[in-house]
C-alpha cells in the first residue's frame, strides 16, 4: 500500500503562485507516475501534471507554461509549481501515484484546496 498526503494549498490572487507538495510513504518502491489531478466544483477530476519515475512530463494544455511538476525519487516527493494562477485553476488538488502493474492512478491523496480570487 501507499500512502499520499499533500500540502500547501491555500487563498491567493489571481497572478499569485502556490507551492504543492505531496509525500509518499508504504510501498513507493513500486511507483510508477505520479501527479496531480484536480477537481472544481460541479465538475470531473482531470489531470493538470504527470511525472515519470524517469522524468518523462505531461501537462494539461491550460496549464502548460505556468505550472511545473518536478519529483524526488530518493525522498518520495512530487511538486506543483503554479504560477500565473487564475480565478478557473479553482479546485482540490490531488496528488496522485500509479503502482505495480496498475494501467490506472490507484493511489490518492485527501487533496488540498486551490483558491484564486478575481
Known amino acids: 500500500q501507499v500512502q499520499l498526503v499533500e500540502s500547501g494549498g491555500g487563498l491567493v490572487q489571481a497572478g499569485g503562485s502556490l507551492r504543492l507538495a505531496c509525500v509518499g510513504s508504504g510501498s513507493m518502491f513500486s511507483v510508477n507516475d505520479m501527479g496531480w489531478y484536480r477537481q472544481a466544483p460541479g465538475k470531473q477530476r482531470e489531470l493538470v501534471a504527470t511525472?515519470?519515475?524517469?522524468?518523462?512530463?505531461n501537462y494539461a494544455d491550460s496549464v502548460k507554461g505556468r505550472f511545473t511538476i518536478s519529483r524526488d525519487n530518493a525522498r518520495n516527493t512530487v511538486q506543483l509549481q503554479m504560477n500565473n494562477l487564475k480565478p478557473e485553476d479553482t479546485a482540490v488538488y490531488y496528488c496522485a501515484a500509479r503502482g505495480g502493474t496498475a494501467t490506472n492512478y490507484n493511489y490518492w491523496g485527501v487533496g488540498t484546496q486551490v483558491t484564486v480570487s478575481s
Open positions: 511525472i515519470t519515475r524517469g522524468g518523462f512530463l
